[in-house]
């Protein structure tokens, strides 16, 4: 029987000693080693007592280490739980107590602070540093380096990520090896990587992104990784003659643009960017393309799908837009009773195929709510399809505004905010009104040195916007608030607005 994950991503290179990652302080780390690394950690998560389906619970930063307590877990049958390393320690007690975690594994210099946490769930706790020292690394030092791969079903979970819980409790999305396997042979073959890929990886890799995307599509096609601990500007310029593509967010490219030193020469070994996690600008799209002479290329995923839709590799990668979707993916713009709609018509984006997850954990109600009989997933994000074919985000379900009665969809407006003078980019939300329950507010971002002058703005939207679409206030600030991924957290501004109209 095998096991598909572990097999078709990592075992496929065992013995091989050809380059995985390339490392920050100038050292490699072969296929072969890397594997070697992972069966001794293998051997040591059945020491400390898990089995397949257990769960490992990982708050760790980004390392070779950790992407081996990744690969141990798929060759234990154990399933894989990363979590954001901003989360506080009383984030961390609901996911250890939902997902019931055997063993949590953490940083040193927070071991202390979650000791408390993890004995209350009565998970074990261990240290795993970024340097590969740490309590688990102590213990790990003397097993084997070979480890016999449990077996496994492509339908056996492989992972749980849980999401953002912007608007309740975070639902642990349940992720299975065939979920994991499909897509990142879908995305190997769309967007053409081969053994002779090099991949600027300064992603997190607690997010589906920089692990289910980026790092399976380079196991699976054997490229190699440049593996950044974080995203450092400087270094991406350095490093970037000798790779041929990136992932990024959209934030990675508007840093890079703002670098005088980043020229079309930096990028002139590249066949290859990619962008998503968030909306890129259309001026950044334009801006970029300017620059280096490339297209960026977006595409759209989500936690419980990973990749859905991608701009196309050959042809027209449009801005604004994330291409069609993937082969094997079903894709429906459907009202909220689950009926499509015509095309160009805006309602709530459905996916159906073996990337879409198998349920939220420990949630039936919350997962057949959400899956539907036909084994459509209701994202909650708002889209239309063209004429053309492309997929358009227009927002997420809770960010429409309805206004006196009327549908007001934030990035419509934001569209036309972004091109304002002075405007460097800008979010459009809801706020609690009076007369009109709830009326539009833009909050503009300021562009370096400039201030947007507020009054002209307004005064400019008749020409692209119905009135009752205008936002009823326009708020100038430095930044947006954004999650570790980009993606603007509007909640947050909701909360920080929610009184502007209040009467008295």
């Not at 050292?27 to 690394?37: G, I």
């Not at 970029?288 to 050959?314: A, K, V």
Request: with cysteine; glycine share 10%.
């Amino acid at each position: 029987m095998g096991n598909p994950l572990y097999d078709t991503l990592f075992g496929r290179h065992a013995g091989q000693d050809t380059v995985f990652l390339h490392l920050p302080d100038g050292s490699t780390l072969t296929h072969d080693a890397f594997l070697r690394m992972a069966a001794q950690y293998a051997h040591q998560i059945v020491h400390c007592g898990l089995k397949a389906g257990d769960r490992l619970a990982v708050q760790i930063a980004k390392s070779p280490q950790a992407l081996a307590v990744y690969a141990a877990c798929a060759q234990t049958g154990v399933i894989f739980l990363p979590l954001n390393t901003a989360y506080t320690p009383a984030e961390v007690a609901y996911f250890q107590e939902n997902s019931g975690a055997k063993l949590f594994l953490c940083d040193g210099k927070n071991a202390d602070g979650l000791a408390p946490v993890s004995a209350n769930s009565g998970a074990r706790q261990e240290t795993l540093n970024a340097d590969g020292t740490g309590s688990f690394a102590e213990m790990v030092a003397g097993n084997p380096d070979q480890f016999d791969t449990v077996e496994r079903e492509n339908n056996d979970l492989a992972a749980f990520l849980y999401t953002s819980g912007t608007t309740g409790r975070s639902k642990g999305a349940m992720l299975t090896q065939g979920n994991l396997l499909s897509n990142a042979q879908v995305l190997t073959d769309v967007w053409r990587f081969t053994s002779d890929d090099v991949l600027l990886h300064a992603l997190p890799i607690f997010h589906t992104h920089g692990l289910f995307v980026a790092t399976n599509i380079c196991l699976l096609s054997g490229a190699q990784m440049v593996f950044y601990p974080g995203f450092d500007v400087q270094a991406i310029i350095r490093d970037m003659p000798r790779a041929t593509t990136m992932m990024g967010v959209p934030t990675f490219y508007t840093r890079l643009l703002e670098r005088d030193d980043f020229t079309a020469d930096h990028a002139r070994n590249m066949r290859l960017f990619i962008s998503g996690s968030a909306p890129l600008l259309a001026e950044t799209h334009r801006e970029f393309e300017g620059r280096t002479g490339h297209r960026i290329l977006e595409r759209y995923g989500m936690t419980e799908t990973n990749m859905n839709t991608s701009n196309p590799y050959d042809g027209e990668r449009r801005a604004g837009t994330v291409g069609f979707a993937l082969p094997g993916i079903d894709l429906r713009v459907c009202d909220n009773q689950g009926t499509e709609l015509p095309q160009g018509e805006i309602g709530t984006i459905e996916v159906r195929g073996p990337n879409v997850f198998k349920g939220y954990w420990q949630m039936p109600e919350k997962t057949a709510e959400e899956l539907r009989d036909n084994a459509f997933f209701i994202t909650g994000d708002l889209g239309l399809i063209d004429a053309d074919g492309y997929v358009t985000i227009v927002g997420r379900g809770k960010d429409l505004i309805i206004s006196g009665g009327y549908n007001i969809y934030p990035k419509e407006v934001e569209l036309v905010l972004d091109q304002a003078p002075g405007v460097q980019e800008s979010a459009v939300i809801g706020v609690p009104h009076p007369d009109f329950g709830e009326s539009p507010v833009g909050i503009l971002v300021r562009r370096s040195g400039e201030t947007p002058d507020t009054d002209a703005i307004m005064a400019s939207l008749g020409d692209s916007l119905a009135r009752f679409k205008h936002p009823r206030k326009l708020l100038v600030v430095d930044a947006l608030p954004r999650n570790t991924m980009g993606k603007v957290q509007k909640n947050v501004l909701r909360d920080e607005y929610q009184g502007l109209f209040a009467k008295g």
